[in-house]
């Protein structure tokens, strides 16, 4: 998926399966975030913030991980 910031700003931190995270702040609407498949993300949303994500297939909850633990069990 790729996050995009329309207002305000965000924080997004990504964590892949090793445990490495890294910490992006989206800010400018003309820079997009790619986030690959397998890591965890965490939105911090600041007030009134718009944040736009675009996939490149139609939404299915059953393709989300939705719990933590489960997420890194498979490391």
Not at 32 to 37: D, E, R, S, T, Y
Not at 48 to 56: I, K, Q, R, T, Y
Request: with cysteine; glycine share 4%.
């Amino acid at each position: 998926m790729v996050l995009v910031i329309l207002q305000a700003s965000a924080t997004i931190e990504v964590e892949n399966l090793a445990g490495q995270v890294e910490v992006f702040n989206l800010d400018n609407p003309k820079i997009g975030l790619f986030v690959p498949i397998m890591h965890w993300s965490r939105i911090y949303l600041d007030q009134g913030a718009v944040l736009l994500c675009l996939a490149s297939t139609d939404y299915d909850e059953a393709d989300y991980i939705r719990d933590y633990n489960e997420f890194r069990a498979f490391n």
